[in-house]
């Protein structure tokens, strides 16, 4: 069983950046590929970015591509999710998520195929 820990969010001002971290409870290394995935009220559960176990495949979702960085520092046991010139569009509950994906290619954005998730942090961005 593999708890994962968000923090990070908050509210920012529209053109702002936060930095997401998501921390595996126990020492998980690069036995992963995760994920990163938002909803907002009354919207399903969109992916946003996910990268590989050994962090050298990334990909993202069309409407972050270029704002957000997903990366991982394994030797830290964590996750991270850099998120650039925020939009009003952006506000959001913000889960990290860990899959068993051992498929190639070596990521997924596939909410079904992410086994653990987080509790979430939100994002608020102000205009």
């Known amino acids: 069983q593999v708890q994962l820990g968000e923090s990070g969010g908050g509210l920012v001002q529209a053109g702002g950046s936060l930095r997401l971290s998501c921390v595996p409870s126990?020492?998980?290394?690069?036995?992963?590929?995760m994920g990163w995935f938002r909803q907002a009220p009354g919207k399903e559960r969109e992916f946003v970015a996910c990268i590989s176990r050994n962090g050298g495949s990334t990909d993202y979702a069309d409407s972050v591509k270029g704002r957000f960085t997903i990366s991982r520092d394994n030797a830290k046991n964590t996750v991270y999710l850099q998120m650039d010139s925020l939009k009003p569009e952006d506000p959001a509950v913000y889960y990290c998520?860990?899959?068993?994906?051992?498929?190639?290619?070596?990521?997924?954005?596939?909410?079904?195929?992410?086994?653990?998730w987080g509790q979430g942090t939100q994002v608020t961005v102000s205009s």
């Open positions: 998520a860990a899959a068993q994906w051992n498929l190639w290619p070596p990521t997924t954005r596939n909410v079904g195929n992410y086994t653990y």
């Open positions: 126990g020492r998980t290394g690069n036995t992963y590929s």
